[in-house]
């Protein structure tokens, strides 16, 4: 059975990642890349479905883990009776084929270790050929898919036709490692990997990058863990950024809010892109600008809410009937049908993207000039139509007040840009929409009555994302209708923590057509921190900020959801959602002062 979402720490190469439970088994893993079949799937069934582990023989957590350093070299150690054990976990920097090294360091007196490798591919389903090459080496075939294991001497492999059994013992001072490479079948070739080498080259990777942090403030280390974090979850070839390494763990135990994150939604990457370049990687912003014009070139009309990493545009939703999901949260998805949703919003965050790129300083040619321009010419003419907004909801389409007021940003943001490209030619309907859009919202999406902003016309819904107004400058901080708001998005607290949006009675979701509640959103408790800092309200905003801190896992992982009743991280995990917002939060509480920010009139 799988462990806790939070029991899991995330190891990766910047194209694949895994994750590991304290007990050192290895639950999850898509090779060759984060959006491929599961070879190890038995975090979304049992371990039939593929997994990993090597730990003490009586197979208990380890004791204490942590990364090394600024690094994704995860180290975790068990204290046994007979002495004490580290167990190293990493994935070199990739070169031909991924690659997990697993490297065990006695500690001190002797350990008696175990381990049992069982290969599942094609997400978690089909048993490979498996066969030992040499007294060392075993390989798996299946299909396209093939693996090799590759461990040290004095280790004693055995092999059945589902698994194999590793048994040795490691004594103070001694150093046994494993390697695992992936490759298609048709190359089937395992190159010689020398593990030490392997790991100073992935810990030197890791120093260099995180080197170039720029932030300086009280939170470094919570920022840095984000920042790498967030790092692992791009794919280095393309640029792209996965919005988290897995599928389907619920936001309900034992619902159907199992999603699929292994793909780059604009929205999310727009943001994880802004909160990288304020804090010093300029390079991972270049190369997400890249991806971007390439993944959404085209018919404007076609832009679509995510892509894959590569920039693939068919992530058909399939439900895997033979995994029983993450303590039977059913159906386990592949693919997300959110691809084909209507989300207005998308063209806001993209073009507040170029532009905030722009500001930085990165290039913009004239191609992403015309094609921003040709967003517009989109826009223009759908505005005013529902959608199925932030949250993608999978119930009706609405007219969202979040999706109006990015298709406000939109026209902001393509006037600031043509202003800078030196394009006049239709700055005059940008700004007739810009100020239609913004009477409209006004009128239709504040309630004088209830004194907020609500979810969607004609609705009395609170809604978390209206949390985000303030830093868009559709107003400013200290407009009456934006401190009305977000004082009464309070009312999605529930424990300490904030609900995304307002349930009906008995907690049913009659907004996004599921059948269940689900946790508090993380992300959301972060920006009413943001909020909060901006109108001046400096020690609340701590406490909030404060409060997410603590609900981090052992190695400061966040999933997407948090239920503080049951006191367990929910969803898809580690999410960059919420790592994306953790570090705009340190950022907006480092150096604000206490007083709210000036009012710039409004456009
Ligand atoms: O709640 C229904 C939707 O949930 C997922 O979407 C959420 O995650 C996205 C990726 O982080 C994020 O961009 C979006 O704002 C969130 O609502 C799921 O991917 C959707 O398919 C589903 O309809």
Known sequence: MAGRIEDYAIIGDLEAAALVGRDGAIDWLCM??????????????????????????????????????????????????????????????????????????????????RGELKLRFDNGRIVPWTRAMDSSTVSAVAGPDSA???????????????????????????RIAFVLGWSPSHVAAMPDVDTEAAMEKTLEFWRRWTAKCR??????????????TLKALTYAPTGGIVAAATTSLPEYIGGDRNWDYRFCWLRDSTFTLSCLLRSGYREEAVAWKDWLVRAVAGEPSDLQPLYGVAGQRRLV???????????????????????????????????NTVYSAVRAGVPIDRHVWSLMASFMQYLEKHWEEPDAGFWEVRGPRRHFVHSKIMSWVAADRA???????????????????????RDEVCR??????????????????????????PRLGFLPPDDRRVLGTVEAVRRLDHHGFLRRYSVDDGGQDQVDGMSCGEGTFLACSLWYADALAMTGRQDEARAVF??????????????????????????????????VALVNTAFALHGTRNQPRRSSGTR
């Open 317 to 351: 939703e399939t439900p895997a009937w033979w995994l029983p999901g993450y303590e039977g949260s059913q159906p386990v998805r592949f693919g997300n049908a959110a691809v084909d949703q209507l989300q207005l919003d998308v063209y806001g965050e993209v073009l």
């Open 444 to 469: 239709q999406g504040w309630d004088d009555e209830l004194g907020y902003f609500v979810q969607s016309y004609g609705s009395r819904r609170i809604d978390a994302s209206a949390l985000l107004l």
């Open 32 to 113: 060759p890349r984060f959006d491929s079949p599961a070879c190890f799937a038995s975090l979304l069934g049992s371990e039939d479905n593929g997994q990993w582990w090597i730990s003490p023989a009586d197979r208990r957590p380890c004791n204490r883990r942590s990364y090394r350093g600024d690094t994704l070299v995860l180290e975790s150690v068990w204290e046994t009776v007979g002495g004490a054990v580290k167990l190293i976990d990493f994935m070199p920097p990739r070169g031909e084929v991924p690659q997990i090294v697993r490297i065990v360091e006695g500690l001190s007196g002797q350990v008696h270790m």
């Open 215 to 228: 932030y300086e403030g009280p939170w470094r280390d919570v920022v840095m863990r984000s920042l790498i």
């Open 546 to 579: 404060e409060r997410v801190l603590a609900v981090r896992n052992d190695v400061g992982l966040l999933a997407e959801e948090w239920d503080p009743v049951a006191r367990r991280q929910l969803g898809n995990t580690p999410q960059a959602f919420s790592h």
């Open 148 to 174: 090799f294991l590759r461990c040290d001497r004095g280790v004693r492999m055995s092999d059945s036709k589902t698994c194999t059994t590793l048994d040795f013992s490691v004594s103070a001072g001694q």
């Open 415 to 437: 006037l600031r840009l043509a202003r800078v490209a030196g394009q006049r030619n239709s700055t005059e309907r940008w700004r007739a929409m810009r100020r239609e859009i």
